[in-house]
């Protein structure tokens, strides 16, 4: 088959692993947090998810009625073939997935209002190139809710307050966002390099599975802190009260100017959808998040 087709192909079907099953992380850490939620309201709410989650694979149907906006991570190998048609492919998935499974058109011109009924346009499917090693495609799909991206922030902290600086804001900004990003979240929190660098990396933080701590002791430990922090807002599932706030804090940092110190929030809801393969460069196809569900 041609690469493109292959391309197309994979594309597809990791969009529509993503809006039916959760990934496996996900779906523990939902489980972990039923056993443990201590509010009664909070365990329904939790109980309410889980049960969603098991009629979606069931009826092979998406998890969430908001499909959310389709974002896709490549990881290009510099020796592979046909680079310049991986964008097309994507595209064309994107409409073929909407069709299909189907999704919901969430691609509106922000001009005039009008929706594009088939989740793309001007930049969407949002495509975030890396070049990696290698002859292989990693292609990576995170399908982004609304609710959760509505309270997404962006910010200047003072150099001078330093990661208590970084605490506050992040606290703060889970205070604010209340229910509205279906809680229990995920956070993807980075700092440094500058406004749009620290946003981009918070929101491909989000993708770090949840029972991998950051590498570095120190910054580990910062999550875990935040962590603690977050669920002792009381906000709980869906907002209804309970200690299951956030299921997990990922961080990631670049250097930063010394007079600055950008810092960003990016929150997933429950439904935290991901899905990853890679093609091969004879064309094989490794499934690496979820078995080959069709
Ligand atoms: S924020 Fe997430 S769970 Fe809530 S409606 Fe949107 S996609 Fe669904």
Known sequence: MEMIKIAEDVAFNILKQAVIYLPEDVKQALKRAYAEETSETGKTQLKAILDNIELAEKYQAPVCQDTGTIIFYVKAGAKAKNLDKIEEALVKA?????????LRPNAVDPFTQKNSGDNTG???????????LGDSVELTIMTKGGGSENVCVSGMLV????????????????????????????????????????????????????????????????????????????????????????????????FRHPASFPAAVAFNCWAARKATAKINADGTVEYLTHKMKK
Do not use: S
Not at 94 to 102: I, N, S
Not at 122 to 130: A, H, Q
């Open 94 to 102: 994107t409409r073929r997935a909407t069709a299909e499974v189907p």
């Open 122 to 132: 001007r930049l969407i499917p949002y495509i975030n190139w890396e070049i990696v």
């Open 159 to 254: 150099p001078g307050e330093g990661i208590k600086g970084l605490k506050k804001f992040v606290v703060d900004a889970v205070i604010k966002a209340g229910a509205q990003p279906c809680p229990p979240t995920i956070l993807g929190i980075a700092m440094g390099g500058g406004a749009d660098i620290a946003m981009k990396l918070a929101k491909k933080a989000l993708l770090r599975p949840l029972n991998e701590p950051n590498p570095d002791p120190e910054i580990a430990k910062i999550e875990r802190e935040i962590f603690e922090a977050a669920n002792m807002t009381g906000i709980g599932p869906m907002g209804l009260g309970g200690k299951t706030t956030v299921l997990g804090v990922h961080i990631d940092y670049a």
